[in-house]
C-alpha cells in the first residue's frame, strides 16, 4: 500500500491571514477587568497607577478565565500592575500555570514625568491640560500630554516585550493580561498603522486574538466580549 499523500500546501490566503497553517501560534491579549480608583483626585500617584480592580472588575476577571477555560492555552503573561496581574490569575487558573508578570507590560505612564511629590496640576497649566485633553480626542497620541511617556517609547517596550513572549512559545497558545493602550499598540503594529497610538477602545475582561508564525502577525479577532454580555458585565 502506497504511504498517504502529503497534504498540500497552504494557499495564498492561509497564508496571508494564518488560517490552518501547520506550527502557527497565538497570542491572546486580555485587558485586565474594571479598576476602582480613589475617590478624589490627587494625592499618592500610586493610587492611581496601580488601582486595584473593582468588584465589578473582580467579577469580569473571572468571566474572561471561564471564557478562555475550554481552550489549551500554554503560558500565561501579565504587567505588573495588579489590576492586570489579578486578572491573569483568573486566567491561569484554569490551565495549570503560573503567571509571569513582565513590567514592560505595564500602561502607558500618564504623568510619569511629575516632580515626586507633586500633583500635576502644581507643575502643569489647568488650561495647558484642557487643550492636552482637546487634541487626544482628535489626535490620539500619547505625545500630546504634558511631562508623559511618549508614543515611541510606549510602543517601543511593548513591542520588544511581546516579541520575548512569542519567541519562547513558537507554535504555543499564550495569554497576556495588560491593558487598553498595550492592546492597542499591538493591533496598530499588526496592522501597519502610525499616526495614531490608539484606534479603539478595548472593553475591560475583553480578550483579542493575534496569529504568530515566524515573523507574520495577524490580527484574528478584536473585542471579543461574548463572555461579558450574558450576565450584563460589559464596562469601558
Same mark, same amino acid.
Given at each position: 500500500?502506497?504511504?498517504p499523500?502529503?497534504? +498540500?500546501?497552504?494557499?495564498?490566503?492561509?497564508?496571508?491571514?494564518?488560517?490552518?497553517?501547520?506550527?502557527?501560534?497565538?497570542?491572546i491579549? $486580555?485587558?485586565?477587568?474594571?479598576?476602582?480608583? +480613589?475617590?478624589?483626585?490627587?494625592?499618592?500617584?500610586s493610587?492611581?497607577?496601580?488601582?486595584?480592580?473593582?468588584? #465589578?472588575?473582580?467579577?469580569?476577571? $473571572?468571566?474572561?478565565?471561564e471564557?478562555l477555560?475550554?481552550?489549551?492555552?500554554?503560558?500565561?503573561?501579565?504587567?505588573? #500592575?495588579?489590576?492586570?496581574?489579578?486578572?491573569?490569575?483568573?486566567?491561569?487558573?484554569?490551565?495549570?500555570?503560573e503567571?509571569?508578570?513582565?513590567?514592560?507590560?505595564?500602561?502607558?505612564?500618564?504623568?510619569?514625568?511629575? +516632580?515626586?511629590?507633586?500633583?500635576?496640576?502644581?507643575?502643569?497649566?489647568?488650561?495647558?491640560? #484642557?487643550?492636552?485633553?482637546?487634541?487626544?480626542?482628535?489626535?490620539?497620541?500619547?505625545d500630546?500630554?504634558?511631562?508623559?511617556?511618549?508614543?515611541?517609547?510606549?510602543? @517601543?517596550?511593548?513591542?520588544?516585550?511581546?516579541?520575548? /513572549? /512569542?519567541?519562547?512559545? +513558537?507554535?504555543?497558545r499564550?495569554?497576556?493580561?495588560?491593558?487598553?493602550?498595550?492592546?492597542?499598540?499591538?493591533?496598530?503594529?499588526?496592522?501597519?498603522?502610525?499616526?495614531?497610538?490608539?484606534?479603539?477602545?478595548p472593553?475591560?475582561?475583553?480578550? @483579542?486574538?493575534?496569529?504568530?508564525?515566524?515573523?507574520?502577525?495577524?490580527?484574528w479577532s478584536?473585542?471579543?466580549? @461574548?463572555? #461579558?454580555?450574558?450576565d450584563?458585565?460589559?464596562?469601558?
Amino acid at each position: 500500500m502506497d504511504p498517504p499523500a502529503e497534504p +498540500p500546501p497552504p494557499d495564498a490566503f492561509a497564508r496571508a491571514f494564518l488560517t490552518d497553517v501547520p506550527g502557527t501560534g497565538e497570542v491572546i491579549l $486580555v485587558r485586565h477587568g474594571q479598576q476602582a480608583y +480613589p475617590s478624589e483626585r490627587g494625592g499618592d500617584r500610586s493610587a492611581w497607577v496601580d488601582a486595584p480592580l473593582s468588584e #465589578l472588575g473582580r467579577r469580569q476577571a $473571572v468571566a474572561v478565565g471561564e471564557a478562555l477555560a475550554g481552550q489549551p492555552i500554554d503560558a500565561v503573561y501579565s504587567s505588573n #500592575l495588579q489590576r492586570a496581574r489579578d486578572t491573569g490569575a483568573q486566567v491561569a487558573r484554569h490551565h495549570g500555570v503560573e503567571v509571569t508578570e513582565m513590567e514592560a507590560l505595564r500602561e502607558v505612564e500618564m504623568f510619569r514625568d511629575v +516632580p515626586e511629590g507633586k500633583d500635576v496640576l502644581d507643575v502643569v497649566d489647568p488650561l495647558l491640560l #484642557l487643550g492636552a485633553r482637546e487634541r487626544f480626542a482628535n489626535e490620539r497620541r500619547w505625545d500630546v500630554w504634558p511631562l508623559t511617556e511618549t508614543g515611541d517609547e510606549f510602543r @517601543h517596550r511593548v513591542l520588544m516585550a511581546l516579541e520575548s /513572549i /512569542i519567541v519562547r512559545h +513558537p507554535g504555543q497558545r499564550v495569554a497576556i493580561a495588560c491593558h487598553g493602550g498595550v492592546i492597542n499598540i499591538v493591533a496598530i503594529a499588526v496592522l501597519g498603522h502610525r499616526d495614531e497610538d490608539m484606534v479603539f477602545r478595548p472593553a475591560h475582561a475583553s480578550f @483579542h486574538r493575534i496569529g504568530v508564525h515566524g515573523a507574520r502577525r495577524v490580527i484574528w479577532s478584536l473585542n471579543e466580549t @461574548h463572555h #461579558l454580555r450574558v450576565d450584563d458585565l460589559l464596562s469601558f
